[in-house]
């Protein structure tokens, strides 16, 4: 098993920036991506920005230019720099983490955690 605690999230005014933190612990083998996911009231979860292990990057259209991924992989830590904040940004941001072990490959996520950018 592997757990996910993230944190960093808050109340923030629009322009304003936020820092996520994710952590993975427990019986981690190979971690093969490690991304953030957000999802808004009323609205489905949608990927924000992942990191595969070899470094490529992917950021949804919305934040690109805004919002960078970065990873510590001595520590197993995710993490989210988000600048130019908007009102829509307004989620609960989930991390997530692929990881594979010699018997399977699992998909793992964090309790979320709130962000607020008000107007």
């Known amino acids: 098993q592997v757990q996910l605690v993230e944190s960093g999230g808050g109340l923030v005014q629009a322009g304003g920036s936020l820092r996520l933190s994710c952590a993975a612990s427990g019986s981690i083998f190979r971690i093969n991506a490690m991304g953030w996911y957000r999802q808004a009231p009323g609205k489905q979860r949608e990927l924000v920005a992942s990191m595969v292990s070899g470094g490529s990057t992917k950021y949804a259209d919305s934040v690109k230019g805004r919002f960078t991924i970065s990873t510590d992989n001595a520590k197993n830590t995710v993490y989210l720099q988000m600048n130019s904040l908007k009102p829509e940004d307004t989620a609960v941001y989930y991390c997530?983490?692929?990881?594979?072990?010699?018997?399977?490959?699992?998909?793992?996520w964090g309790q979320g955690t709130q962000v607020t950018v008000s107007s």
């Open positions: 997530n983490a692929d990881h594979s072990s010699w018997w399977s490959r699992n998909d793992y």
